[in-house]
């Protein structure tokens, strides 16, 4: 018998090649660097300029290996992380090739000659590339006999990242990262040969560098702890994080960031109980690698000293006395059943919420309080953006809008959603996404901010107030953009500042109607998203359906258990509604979650309301403007001490498991279903466990989902006159603030963007302002002074942060898209 | 088994009767252990007083029995403990888990952590056995000078390191001293 011989050629895919590395054949997409290869092989050739996410530079020279291209070895070793794949190709690492491992081993040598012995002291130490790799592939001893090069230790590049010269190996991938993905090149390359050097304007004067001598810009990027995080030597450390600790103590959880919709993927690293650090976790479908700055570094407000961690009632004298749960629980049931049989009690859940403990303050509105006056948003807001949000937003997944579909569509627009400030890895997105794949980016607002400059993006500008009027003018006066549009991967982004803008969400409806395209909402609180699908909404219950639709009530009344016909019918009020109703005495008492009055939208008539209200149980952290007029202030968890359940702006489910254990604080669920249970109902949300399988197996979905005919019937308000003298006020919060969950990171407010008055020259020239001094806007409430930037704004409207350094709200008892009155001259 | 056998035993017992008694009397009379016994961990100065310790860890990291703590912190110009960036803000070592073996001493990159032949570390109460930084430290000599203070020994980094001891002398730090250990006397 004869065998034929096996036929040992394996087909090559189209657009693959066939190479060989370290004498093994292998199949390689086209334009595959060879580090990747031969990483896919399990051979790890060492590097550290080179980065996945980052353009290939070849600066450090480390990963140099062997090269044979059609039978004729190259001359000299190759840079394996700039070298593509070719078809025919053979490769030796260090590996199987005495040439690559020598020629390796001398770049270490190279590299580690100025490269100082601060092991002991850098922070870098025990998680080290450069140390590990010295280890692995470098010689055992040094030819090096001279002098090193040094340079002045330290110096802080910003407030939260210190730059140690001596250390660097200019592999550059802080200064690619800073140019290509957070598009702040801020910090580069400076001075040539053995003075070469990482710095900024600041640092650029080598001989006095010590002292800071030019007035250029320091590295003033949200995304800047990226480079620590990325940095292969100790070159780049973060102030905060300065030798706290060492790998080896630390105790690593994933996490999910609180903070924004964005839904970042962390790592916590705690020491003794103790979070010592965080950073970006990796996960490709949604942060990739990367976080902000806000995100890595506020995390001290949970370990603040003045930290509630025990109940507290107010006692005859008016004053807060510490209490024990069982005589907390028991004021607070008594009061809120007294109130629920008079004229009820109002829930406001605040934005920051995880699932869980939206659900649980959902089913204590409408089971113990027996009402629908729940409303999680703690922000400007309106009957129509609920509209929408039932309509439209309530429900969707990933599969609707994604990360993955910004980077892939032909053109995205933004509107009343400024994406750096606000949700600023769907900002990282979108840059990656015009720089990489030409996406167009368009932005409805009122200037060129850093993030259409940096999404190279194109601004339609309009009056604040004026943005519904602007998206419906597209289809006649921006051509372009109306066939963007209607092709099938456009997006759109709204922002929460867009309930602001009467008439926005139905001319951006009927916008989303006419071209097809679609529409994802992004809001600036992790928690938002996560309560609307909740059902903390006076109109929705959990999944989405209408309280009004009887048959999704009684679906709901048996899965919940309770008797037919004992759920609500009648819609609850908004917060503003609750609010005033408390202040009226139509509401007996509150339950207040995370809400900064400040954040509200009249933060005069809160601060009244909550002092008026017959009673008020405050769920806090730490002591606020509500715990101010608490009668009860339970304790409640941070997120590094609960397990719960984000939900991105994606609709994507983030879920996190509990990082410091045996705390003993407890989170929104548990605190409310004890207090319920004080109340003589069961919410079954004892934990978060509990509460997300209560919660999946009772949602009620909406029947009438994605059609809301109110909302087309929506006409777009016109802006109203500015009155003579005024000006009207653009205004939205920026990443770095005065938030409460940013408190005693004095490295991170360092870092801040400087609180200016923008407006355009022509206006300020109108209204008596010089540049360079400041001036004041002011209403009959108040009055705000700021220094004065010139910038490209509409003429007669000015633009202010909406919270650095003070609430706009709280000073002027206005908003975005309100008349101001503007005066220059003051001091 | 011969008639005399159970005498021999009383033989024995007469003979040591005559010889050196080894038994040590503990309490009453202290006996000096070996030069290099591994007794408690002192941590030293530099001739002017500062710490040595930069708070790296690597001892806590070398550690086989996990009884070291260690928590660096930043020197300021205002408030100095060592020369450099780093120091050893929170240092502690627990005596109920040291095994004495020695690995930190030679992990120490500075010579900070040394260990003396102090060997009574017995005590009726675990607490007690958790030293700090406040025991472990190497007592000042004379010319010495408790931190925080600036670096006193030359112009500049390289003086202090190379010709520290040289210029400690002229602080009055007494001749023959070494800079690692002081007396053991000055501990026990």
Known sequence: MTIAPENTETEVPEGHVKLVVDGEEVIAPEGELLIRTAERLGTVIPRFCDHPLLDPAGACRQCLVEVEMNGRPMPKPQASCTMTVADGMVVKTQKSSRVAEKAQEGVMELLLINHPLDCPICDKGGECPLQNQAMAHGRSTSRFV???????????????????RERCVLCQRCTRFSDQI???PFIDLLERGVHQQIGTAETADIHNSASHTSSGTPFQSYFSGNTIQICPVGALTSAAYRFRSRPFDLVSSPSVCEHCSSGCALRTDFRRGKVMRRLAGDDPDVNEEWSCDKGRFAFRYAAAKDRIRKPMVRDESGELVEASWTEALRRAADALVAARESNGAGVLTGGRLTVEDAYAYTKFARITLRSNDIDFRARPHSAEELDFLASSVVGTTPEHVSYASLEKASAVLCVAFEPEDESPIVFLRLRKAARDKGTKVFHIGQWTTSSVRKTFGELLACEPGGEAAAVDGIAEHAKDLD???????AVVLVGDRAAEVPGLFGAVTRLAERTGTRVAWVPRRAGERGALEAGAVPTLLPGGAPVSDASARATLETSWGLDSGTMPAEPGRDTAAMLAAAASGELDALVVGGVDPDDLPDPAAAREALANVGFVLSLEMRPSAVTEHADVVLPIAPVDEKTGTFLDWEGRVRPFSITLEGTGALPDCRVLDTLAVEMDADLFTQTAQAAWSDFSRSRVVSAHQGSNPDQHSRPAASTPDTPDGTVRLATWRQLIDNGSLQVEEPHLAGTARDAVLRMSAATAERHGVTRGERATISTERGALTLPVEFTD??????????????????????????????????? | MG????????????????????TEQYPEDFYPSAPRWHGRHQLNRHPDGLEKCVGCELCAWACPADAIFVEGADNTEEERYSPGERYGFDYQINYLRCIGCGLCIEACPTRSLTMVNFYELADDDRRKLIYTKEDLMAPLLPGMEEPPHPMRLGENEQDYYVQGPELARGRGVPEGETVETSKEEAIQ
């Open chain 1, 146 to 164: 001279d002098t090193k090069r040094t340079f002045p230790k330290p110096i802080s590049i910003s407030t939260q990242v210190l730059l140690d």
């Open chain 1, 793 to 827: 704004l509409p003429d007669d409207v000015v633009w202010a942060p909406a919270r650095s350094p003070e609430s706009i709200r709280s000073v002027l008892g206005a908003g975005h898209g309100a008349s101001v009155a503007l005066s220059g001259g003051a001091r």
């Open chain 1, 483 to 489: 066939a963007a549009l209607s092709s099938d991967d």
């Open chain 1, 182 to 184: 957070a598009g702040d």
């Open chain 2, 3 to 22: 008639m005399f056998d159970p005498l021999k035993g009383f033989g024995v017992t007469f003979a040591t009767m005559f010889k050196k008694v080894v």
